[in-house]
């Protein structure tokens, strides 16, 4: 707990007190603060457990899929909206929530039915056959 008061304190006199050879303030605290986050969730039990719950586990599990998808999903719901002329507020609660909705389930269904197979012949593509591995040596 020392150690984020530290780092809060040391942001803000470095943010508000202009300081020629403090650095980028920013980056100084992504390098303090994220391994203070992983170390944290490794040994605080309550944070650890949280961490072990299901719900978001399998959110870990889908977080590159959902990383790759929301862009094209968020496009996607644009053009819509434009086509269609719906006049969508994405201000609004239901616009977000069906957002995320779509996202997540779009990105569940790709990575329990395409993810693996798309793997796959990426690693086949680039894996060299035994003929070819045995030329090249001398």
Known sequence: MAAYCFLLIAYLVLRFKSLEYAGNVMMTMILGFG??????????PWLNAIIKNPVFRFLGNISWEVYLLHFPVQCAIRIVDVYMNLNLNYSSRWVWGGYVAVTLTISMLYRYFLAKKTENYIIDFFKKDKKESEVLRY
């Open 35 to 44: 391994p203070m986050m992983i170390l944290s969730v490794i040994f605080i």
